[in-house]
T-cell receptor
Framework: EAQVTQNPRYLITVTGKKLTVTCSQNMNHEYMSWYRQDPGLGLRQIYYSMNVEVTDKGDVPEGYKVSRKEKRNFPLILESPSPNQTSLYFC????????????FGPGTRLTVT | AQSVSQHNHHVILSEAASLELGCNYSYGGTVNLFWYVQYPGQHLQLLLKYFSGDPLVKGIKGFEAEFIKSKFSFNLRKPSVQWSDTAEYFCAVNAGQAGTALIFGKGTTLSVSS
């Protein structure tokens, strides 16, 4: 089954404790993205990757890092989480430049205290 | 910079009422347009999309949307809503250039009472 998976689905952590949210897709998609969803703000793109070892900033990259060492994985790293990063995070993948439809993962609800 | 505006923050309807959710975007070039739905506690699912061709596109679950280029609009419609349509709806635009940035509107919450 074609899917995008994220782990963990729920995470409560404390300020400053590094964490990684994993994202994996089994569709051999080149493009992957991370979004955060906040009430009243919709979804905002954090980072995206056009292919292995190619990443770029989205609209709200501050406080986040990503890496793309393999095509299927696109982890989101918070080196020093802060309470304003409490949010719902979605990973998405896309088939290629001729296919603009994005497939979303189930989401990770992060709370930073 | 591209932007997407959804006119209604919260819409409340009774079952069988007709629905129209407004979406306007700002970008002068070729665009790809999407409507996504997010049911409570679930991830985003694609309702419908427009890339080119017939400006009236039909999606899943009886939804349709019309692209009006002159108005920079892509409004979502459904003739008769059901209680199960209660969800949040997002309009999104991709400018069709290299990269994968999807610009989302802030969402419209639809509440349907039975």
């Amino acid at each position: 089954e074609a899917q995008v998976t994220q782990n963990p689905r729920y995470l409560i952590t404390v300020t400053g404790k590094k964490l990684t949210v994993t994202c994996s897709q089994n569709m051999n998609h080149e493009y992957m993205s991370w979004y955060r969803q906040d009430p009243g703000l919709g979804l905002r793109q954090i980072y995206y990757s056009m292919n292995v070892e190619v990443t770029d900033k989205g609209d709200v990259p501050e406080g986040y890092k990503v890496s793309r060492k393999e095509k299927r994985n696109f982890p989101l790293i918070l080196e020093s989480p802060s309470p304003n990063q409490t949010s719902l995070y979605f990973c998405a993948s896309q088939g290629g430049r001729a296919s603009y439809e994005q497939y979303f993962g189930p989401g990770t609800r992060l709370t930073v205290t | 910079a591209q932007s997407v505006s959804q006119h209604n923050h919260h819409v409340i309807l009774s079952e069988a009422a007709s629905l129209e959710l407004g979406c306007n975007y700002s970008y002068g070039g070729t665009v790809n347009l999407f409507w996504y739905v997010q049911y409570p506690g679930q991830h985003l699912q694609l309702l419908l999309k427009y890339f080119s061709g017939d400006p009236l596109v039909k999606g899943i679950k009886g939804f349709e949307a019309e692209f009006i280029k002159s108005k920079f609009s892509f409004n979502l419609r459904k003739p008769s809503v059901q209680w199960s349509d209660t969800a949040e709806y997002f309009c999104a635009v991709n400018a069709g250039q290299a990269g994968t940035a999807l610009i989302f509107g802030k969402g419209t919450t639809l509440s349907v009472s039975s």
